[in-house]
């Protein structure tokens, strides 16, 4: 029993936990910023560049013989990839970045001393000064 404890102890930890939910929600922004890149971003590029779809660019190594299909190297898909990368990793820099900004302010927040309630003879010191004030 003593293995299943840590087992368990290990996996209801909080890291543990924002770690899943780390990973299914990074999965989701990769699923939405690829769709975005092929979508969204690459059909003008290529209609600008005259027509391409870059998902068809590729380099025949060898054709298409009977039954077998051709061998190629697609680097269009490579570039749609290499594309998908870095907005996910732009995205990923300017959250984590924000998020570091907002620990900073925190700190600040939590590090500013708190100025000290004077003491009841300081009071009565102060008190005391403007009286002397008023009748001087």
Do not use: C, W
């Amino acid at each position: 029993m003593g293995m299943m404890q840590e087992f368990k102890e290990f996996a209801i930890k909080g890291n543990v936990v924002d770690m899943a939910v780390g990973i299914i929600i990074g999965a989701a922004f990769g699923k939405i910023v690829s769709s975005a890149v092929a979508d969204i971003v690459m059909p003008p590029i290529g209609v600008m560049m005259g027509g391409v779809n870059f998902v068809d660019l590729g380099y025949v190594i060898q054709e298409a013989v009977g039954e077998q299909g051709a061998v190629s190297i697609a680097y269009g898909k490579f570039i749609q990839t290499l594309i998908d990368f870095v907005i996910i990793a732009l995205a990923v820099f300017v959250g984590i970045k924000a998020m570091n900004s907002m620990k900073k302010e925190e700190q600040v927040v939590e590090e500013a001393p708190a100025e000290p309630e004077p003491s009841a003879e300081e009071n009565l010191l102060t008190e005391i000064r403007d009286l002397l004030r008023q009748r001087g």
